[in-house]
């Protein structure tokens, strides 16, 4: 059962840092004004904070569900150590 968990755990933390890079890339949106005869043309870039706190919150959320299944897999890895008898 451990494993099951510790699988689903790892895809959602794929599936967290997708949308993740999502979330990242459309915080950023960008202004093109045209140039005039006294004014050279310009690209105005403007972030959307929610959506970074989004992504930096998957991120996180990702990195702790990547904690947990490996502590999983290496805690079952040790208790079959135990079980193990001594030759």
Do not use: N
């Amino acid at each position: 059962m451990r494993r099951w968990i510790a699988l689903f755990e790892l895809g959602s933390a794929v599936l967290f840092l997708a949308c993740a890079v999502v979330s990242w890339r459309a915080a950023r949106r960008s202004t093109e004004f045209a140039g005039t005869d006294e004014h050279p043309g310009f690209e105005a870039v403007r972030y959307v904070p929610p959506l970074l706190l989004l992504a930096c919150a998957l991120v996180t959320v990702s990195g702790l569900l990547v904690i947990d299944a490996v502590a999983r897999i290496y805690a079952r890895s040790v208790a079959r150590r135990r079980l193990e008898p001594m030759i």
